[in-house]
């Protein structure tokens, strides 16, 4: 589903009037890359750092835009009226990876789409007919001849990977089930060597983040604590993994090494962060609730 601020963010949003100017030292070093407080999700940066595509909500739905890394240039990416959203760029930084819920527009009934990475020739990629499924949150792996994703196909949330059969065919790719567990499996992250894919799972209780080799399909569990852990991002370096917890009472965003290890707060912030991603170059991007608005911020290495 298309991530709504929910009832919880509202609270946030109260609780940032009251505690806002409580800020830590921290966000001294957090620029904002936009500024309209739209609510947005998703940033994801072009592998040259040079575009950073995102997703937001406005009166009419949600859309892809793009922009500078100043925050200039700030447009729609793709013509089109159905909603589309959490675009990822493939490695080679050529086409995009994203979600559209064009068959059944306003049912949620979201099919993955690629486009060129101007958002021209856009063509579905990983659709299931007949029936209300979603497919949700795509990855590339590094070498770019594979997309991990999610789907509701087999009856709840599991994680699938999609193989192009060639470089002149970039359609028709078959889906394999990775995962096959009743709990929620999802929000799927290639590691940069390719070998596994961090994801958020509550196979445990509630939801943490785990690792799921590609080798074995084994899946160890890397974080232990009450309360959400979701949207795990690797850093370009594969070192560590930036994800979503609010251990500490409200989203948070933290850094951890790749074994689970040293979780830290980055962020600190009364309000809520979340979708972390990095640029290449390893600054940590990020959505916050900031004066009343939902915008993009970045911290520097
Ligand atoms: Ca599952
Ligand atoms: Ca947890
Ligand atoms: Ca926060």
Redesign the pocket.
Known sequence: MPHLPTTSCILFLALTTIVGAQDDLLTKNKKPITADGDFKQRPAWSPDGKQLLFSRHDEQGIFLYHCSPDGNNDQRLIDETTFHFNAVFSPDGKRIAYEHDKLSPGQGDMELYLADADGKNPQPLFVTEGRLSHEEWPSWSPDGKTIVCTSTRDANTELYLLSFPSSDDDTGAEPKRLTSDPAIDDHPCFSPDGQSIAFATNR??????ALYDLATGTVTRL???????DYPAWSPDGKQIAFT?N?DGNLEIYVMNADGSGAKNITQHAGPDNFPTWSPDGALTFVSLQNGGWDIYRIAK
């Open positions: 445990w209780g509630d939801l943490e983040i974080t232990t604590s009450p309360g959400l852990d917890s251990r």
